[in-house]
C-alpha cells in the first residue's frame, strides 16, 4: 500500500525529497518505489536544473483506446 502513497502524493512534478516528506516513506523506501513504479510505467521521471523530477505518466490516446484488450 506504500506505493499508493507515493501515486497519491504525485500531483505535481516532485523530487525524491519532495515524495518522501509529503508521504511520510524513508528517502530509500521512497526511491525504491519510485524505481518499481517506473518499470512497471506508472510514473516517469525529468531532469531539469540536475534534479530529478517525478510525475504520473500521461497516457498516450493509443494507451487509453486499447487499455481493454
Known sequence: MKHLR????LTREMTT????????LSLAETRRFLLRLLEQ???ESVERDGKIFWKLKEKSR???EFKYL
Open 6 to 9: 507515493i501515486l497519491n502524493t
Open 41 to 43: 510505467g506508472k510514473i
Open 17 to 24: 525529497e519532495e515524495i518522501a516528506k509529503e508521504s511520510g
Open 62 to 64: 493509443e494507451e487509453e
